[in-house]
């Protein structure tokens, strides 16, 4: 059993000007997918000149912060958020979804591919593969900021946050930083590294993100606003990954000149 580190949510100060952990984490997020993308872009036959990639990471940065904002106050505070749409821009309150900032991500890159004169798929089967490591990134902010944890349980390697009270829990956020950060970049890296047909690295990140979440979901305690969404015992983040589970098993099985 061991106990959450008390840090402070701010990592440093610059006169008015406070930097929070979670923020650093995007950022350190964002430098290494770009660092790997220009690694890639400069290999021969990349599709991608360097600096292409940093235009494309500055579409993909709003996309998350938009979508994942946006996505956060529909799928998990309509009720809240409907009679108060102002606050859907207090971005420094916190509250973000995974999955709005993947939808905010798809419309990023469907926008640079009408700029650039590439397809979505030529755009996505590249960008892809950078982008675990901001999942790992994030998962460590949401633990250091000891939010989304994990039910109570009585495993050895349970966690006591001290915000959640004095019983240990699932370090759920570690467990995805783990599974959708570091085990799915491996994956993904390895496979997206030969030639494959357009669409199937996303198809895999879909399955390998849908999966890892909808499992980790069954040990991660429920929002408490709002509890299980469907049967009973299905809780959001589960409901909102079966879509990219099917939309990414059509990716991967379906014939290449369809």
Known sequence: MFIAPDVDPI????????????????????????????????????????SQVWDLLFYIAVGVIVGGRLGYALFYQ?????????????????????????????????LFARHNGKTLFEIS????????????????????NQELWGRVTDVPWGV????????PRHPSQLYEACLEGLILFVVLWWYSSKPRKPGAVGGLFLVGYGISRFLVEFVREPDA??????????????????????????????RQNS
């Open 11 to 50: 990592a440093f100060s610059i006169g008015p000007l406070s930097v929070r952990w979670y923020g650093l984490m995007y950022l350190i997020g964002f430098l290494t997918g770009g660092l790997l993308g220009v690694y890639r872009a400069r290999k021969p036959g990349s599709p991608f000149s360097p």
């Open 78 to 110: 309509g009720a809240y958020y409907f009679g108060r749409p102002w606050e859907i821009f207090y971005v420094w309150t916190g509250g973000m979804s995974f999955h709005g900032g993947l939808i905010g991500v798809l419309v990023a890159m469907i």
């Open 125 to 144: 089967d590249f960008a892809i593969p950078l982008m675990p490591p901001g999942l790992l990134a994030g998962r460590i902010g949401n633990f250091i």
């Open 160 to 167: 006591i946050f001290p915000v959640a009270g004095d019983l």
């Open 225 to 254: 606003f709002l509890g299980a969404v469907a049967f009973g015992w299905m809780s959001m983040g589960q409901l909102l990954s079966l879509p990219m589970i099917v939309v990414g098993l059509w990716l991967l099985l379906r």
